[in-house]
Structures are given as structure tokens and as C-alpha cells.
């Protein structure tokens, strides 16, 4: 459940205009924060992790909607504005990578399932938790930082998804490849040159054309610096400014968060 928030801070909300994660702004009077690159994106996606909301605004704003931090799942009502200017309704869903919390599924097991297509009780809470929250037919975006990105894909092409909802875009940030063929619409995944998860799934074997061809690289000049390429890169500007909100190198794509609709939603390893 959503914390209320006070009237005063969310005119405080509002007089504000810029921060760090994107334009905060005024849309048929409801609060909302545009996400116009693919860094506004990432940062928006890293505030799933523990302890890890961005510190401007929408830091404060995420951790007055947040029960407790054990939420790594997140869904929000947005509006998708594509290349050509034109806007739809959808649903943004974001999930947090790996992440040793006890009984929460974002550890290794979960990681080894992922990474193997195989079934997981991340996979199963994404699952649950869109269809108990997402009106049937909705437009669908998914978006994930690492494992999270891995269990977007999963998502994209789990069955009951594809029937009941309209899966337009995946985005992940230093993703391995999965579930190639059977996902629905369309796979944006963006890998710096020093980040090696990107390439740790199955999918590197039995896929590895695609595993290796369909992932969009840049250098963040981290070298040998493996973690601080998967954790750092895709929130600088001056790497991956050029990424619009899907994903696209040289897009105009963006996308716009009405704040006050944000859920999280706990991912218990224990069903």
C-alpha cells in the first residue's frame, strides 16, 4: 500500500522542477517525473535496491511510497512517448539485480535459475504482481538492472503475460541474453565494454550470434574494474546520454512516471 503523503510536501513536490533522475513536472494535475535518457531510466531502476533510492527528490519521493525496503519490484502508471511523438498509455515495470537478502529472491540460486531460463519465485512475484495490479490489455514496459533484467526478459515471454497483456519494450542495463525468440516486443540491452554479466547465461551457448550481436556496448573507461562497469556505467551521461528511454542510440523516446501511482511490492524467495 501507498503512504499518504501530506499536502504540503506535495506542493513542495511540485515547486520543484529538476533534479537529479529526470524533469519533475505538472500533467493534468497529477506529479509526474520524465525520463528522457536511458541514465533517468537506470537511476529510476536502482532505487529498487536496498537502502539505494537516488538522494534528490526522487529519493524522498520513492521512500515515502516504499512499506520497507524489501520491495524490488516496482510498477507505475506512465505515459510513452515514441520517436515519432506520439503518446500511449502504459505501465512501467522495474526490478532490482542481485542482492543478498535473507529470503529474498535476488541471490545466487535466483541468479542460476534466470540465467537458465528456468522457473523462480522472482519470476512468479513479477508475475503476480503485475496481474493483480495491471488492468488486462494495458500496454507493458519492462525494465531491469542486471537479474532484473534477467526476469524482465522472462517476463516478456512468459505465456500468461503475452495473453493478457501488451509487452511493447524491455530495456536492461548489464544483462545476459535470455529466452531469445519468445519474448514480446521489443529488447533493448545496454552492456559496457567492461561489464562481463552481460554474457553469463546459457544463452552465450546456445545463442551466441545474438548473445553477443544484440547487446549495445559503450566504454566507460573502467578497464579491469569489472563491478564499478555493472553498478556505474549506465547512470552516466557522458556514456549513455545518447540512449533515450528505450534503449534506442539517437532515440527520441521518452517516458513519464505519474509519482503518485509507484508501487513496490516485496519478492519472497518462500512462497
Given at each position: 500500500m501507498l503512504k499518504k503523503i501530506s499536502y504540503g510536501l506535495l506542493i513542495a513536490v511540485l515547486a520543484l522542477a529538476l533534479f537529479s533522475c529526470g524533469d519533475v513536472r505538472n500533467l493534468n494535475s497529477r506529479s509526474t517525473v520524465s525520463f528522457r535518457t536511458s541514465p533517468?531510466?537506470?537511476?529510476?531502476?536502482?532505487?529498487?535496491?536496498?537502502?539505494?533510492?537516488?538522494?534528490?527528490?526522487?529519493?524522498?519521493?520513492?521512500?515515502?511510497?516504499?512499506?520497507?525496503?524489501?520491495?524490488?519490484?516496482?510498477?507505475?502508471?506512465?505515459?510513452?512517448?515514441?520517436?515519432?511523438?506520439?503518446?500511449?498509455?502504459?505501465?512501467?515495470?522495474?526490478?532490482?539485480?542481485?542482492?543478498?537478502?535473507?529470503?529474498?529472491?535476488?541471490?545466487?540460486?535466483?541468479?542460476?535459475?534466470?540465467?537458465?531460463?528456468?522457473?523462480?519465485?522472482?519470476?512468479?512475484?513479477?508475475?503476480?504482481?503485475?496481474?493483480?495490479?495491471?488492468?488486462?490489455?494495458?500496454?507493458?514496459?519492462?525494465?531491469?538492472?542486471s537479474l532484473g533484467g534477467m526476469i524482465a526478459q522472462q517476463v516478456a515471454a512468459d505465456s500468461s503475460i503475452k495473453s493478457d497483456y501488451n509487452v511493447l519494450n524491455t530495456i536492461t542495463f548489464g544483462s545476459p541474453l535470455l529466452a531469445a525468440g519468445s519474448r514480446e516486443g521489443t529488447t533493448k540491452r545496454l552492456g559496457d565494454t567492461s561489464d562481463i554479466v552481460p554474457y553469463l547465461s546459457g544463452s552465450l551457448f546456445n545463442n551466441t550470434i545474438w548473445a553477443i550481436m544484440g547487446l549495445n556496448r559503450e566504454n566507460g573507461g573502467y578497464g579491469l574494474d569489472f563491478l564499478s562497469a555493472h553498478n556505474k556505467s549506465y547512470e552516466r551521461d557522458n556514456v549513455w546520454g545518447k540512449y533515450d528511454a528505450l534503449g534506442y542510440k539517437k532515440g527520441k523516446a521518452s517516458i513519464t512516471v505519474y509519482l503518485d501511482s509507484i508501487q513496490y511490492f516485496e519478492n519472497p524467495f518462500f512462497l
Open positions: 533517468d531510466l537506470f537511476k529510476y531502476v536502482m532505487a529498487n535496491y536496498n537502502g539505494n533510492a537516488d538522494d534528490g527528490l526522487l529519493g524522498t519521493w520513492i521512500a515515502l511510497q516504499r512499506t520497507d525496503e524489501d520491495q524490488p519490484i516496482s510498477i507505475a502508471e506512465a505515459i510513452l512517448k515514441d520517436e515519432n511523438g506520439k503518446k500511449k498509455p502504459v505501465y512501467l515495470v522495474a526490478l532490482s539485480g542481485t542482492e543478498l537478502v535473507y529470503g529474498q529472491s535476488t541471490g545466487v540460486i535466483t541468479d542460476l535459475l534466470s540465467g537458465f531460463c528456468l522457473n523462480s519465485p522472482y519470476l512468479r512475484n513479477v508475475v503476480n504482481a503485475i496481474k493483480n495490479t495491471v488492468p488486462k490489455g494495458s500496454n507493458v514496459v519492462l525494465t531491469g538492472h
